[in-house]
């Protein structure tokens, strides 16, 4: 079972566009991430929310963390060729019995956006 | 640019073979981790380690193990590698649990 589901799987728009890609638990996250990679990178850290219903905007992209700090949602407004990449989100919780916080990564959204 | 390096960048082995790979950091960062990736799994993470010699199991640790001697350097080696361990392995770094971590550019192996 994934921990952390990501929808959609695949989005491909046309440039101008607006989108919205979510990532969904039934798990509480003390923090969640978002991460953008592109094509033979690594993942690139974008934004952190850490409060329930915390609304964070980097320019044309808008974070936002469920109340209950179980979901999250990445909606960016005009989508540029340049956005696209695999976005994947990742969240922080307490490992079992107590051990160490470790972060568990969705599958991710694979967002073209065609010139 | 976090300060990341991954060796090697590809190799092919053949099955069988032992195989590691090397993260170096130079950010001091006590948190290291190993992850792998692969299509229609995402990014699982195989081992960590929280210090010199502080190490733990990830979700996926079967068939890998790790070492970590020295704050800056964290060795990931396949005793015996095998046709599913084709991946791309990523190593991260992060200042504290939980934290955002910084990865470095990946390791592309296949195992024939």
């Known amino acids: 079972t994934q921990l952390l589901e990501q929808s959609p799987q695949f989005l491909s728009i046309q440039e101008g566009e607006n989108l919205t890609v979510y990532c969904n638990s039934s798990?509480?996250?003390?923090?969640l991430q978002w991460y953008r990679q592109e094509p033979g990178e690594g993942p690139v850290l974008l934004v952190t929310?850490?409060?329930?219903?915390e609304v964070k905007k980097l320019k044309r992209l808008t974070f936002q963390f469920g109340d209950a700090r179980k979901d999250s949602s990445l909606h960016i407004t005009a989508a540029q060729p340049g956005d696209t990449g695999l976005y994947l989100c990742a969240g922080a919780r307490r490992g079992s019995g107590g051990s160490n916080y470790k972060l568990t990564f969705g599958k991710g959204t694979l967002l073209t956006v065609n010139p | 640019d976090a300060g990341i390096t991954q060796s090697p960048r590809h190799k092919v082995t053949e099955t069988g073979t032992p195989v590691t790979l090397r993260c170096h950091q130079t950010e001091n960062h006590r948190y290291m981790y190993w992850y792998r990736q692969d299509p229609g799994h995402g990014l699982r993470l195989i081992h960590y380690?929280?210090?010199?010699?502080?190490?733990d199991k990830g979700e996926v640790s079967d068939g890998y193990s790790v070492s970590r001697s020295k704050t800056e350097d964290f060795l990931l080696t396949l005793e015996s590698a095998t046709s599913s361990q084709t991946s791309v392995y990523f190593c991260?770094?992060?200042?504290?649990?939980?934290?955002?971590?910084?990865f470095g550019q990946g390791t592309r192996l296949t195992v024939v």
């Open positions: 380690s929280y210090g010199v010699k502080d190490t």
């Open positions: 991260a770094i992060s200042k504290g649990q939980g934290a955002e971590a910084f």
């Open positions: 798990s509480v996250f003390s923090s």
């Open positions: 929310v850490v409060t329930g219903g």
